[in-house]
């Protein structure tokens, strides 16, 4: 396959395949490709074929193989779109501009929303560690004491056995 961008523009008289007398006449002598062209590789044989974006959704002849192909739809693109008067697509730009311009506040406002919850979480792990620890601390306070207790209980039942033995005697 060749990439070259030289190679990739085919020549106006090997369009005759295109269904749309429009398109042909469209056409322009222009030898470069235009950042409104639409690239694509022929399905069949991998060619490398550039055509005017009004060619979208329109067949042609591959002009390597001569298999008809679908010239694909850009991306986010409707064959619609294409027919439009430049009034249309201007109030159409103006629209998109502010659908984008919307989206894009949009996602600002998630991600704000985003990072406080992630703060909040942060906190919330600290809050439960300390919970954790705090805890533990008690646990092992309630064993000391209860160790105490038993260590008292030995002591006065010592104590109380002595007594019993100087009281036989
Ligand atoms: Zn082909």
Do not use: W
């Amino acid at each position: 396959m060749k990439n070259d961008p030289d190679t990739m523009l085919e020549d106006q008289s090997q369009n005759e395949g295109l269904d749309s007398p429009d398109f042909q006449a469209d056409e322009t002598e222009n030898d470069e490709i235009r950042p409104t062209d639409i690239v694509f590789n022929c399905p069949h044989c991998g060619h490398s074929l550039a055509i005017d974006y009004r060619g979208a959704g329109l067949q042609i002849k591959c002009v390597a193989c001569g298999t008809p192909v679908q010239v694909p739809i850009p991306d986010g693109m409707k064959v619609d779109d294409l027919d439009l008067s430049p009034g249309e697509l201007m109030t159409q730009l103006f629209q998109t501009r502010r659908m984008l311009l919307k989206s894009e506040q949009r996602i600002a406002e998630l991600e704000e929303t985003l990072n406080s919850v992630k703060l909040r979480r942060t906190e919330l792990e600290k809050a439960r560690m300390t919970t954790l620890h705090r805890c533990a601390e008690l646990v092992s306070m309630c064993q000391s004491g209860l160790k105490l207790q038993g260590d008292m209980a030995n002591t006065l039942n010592r104590m109380v056995a002595l007594i019993a033995e100087e009281q036989q005697r």
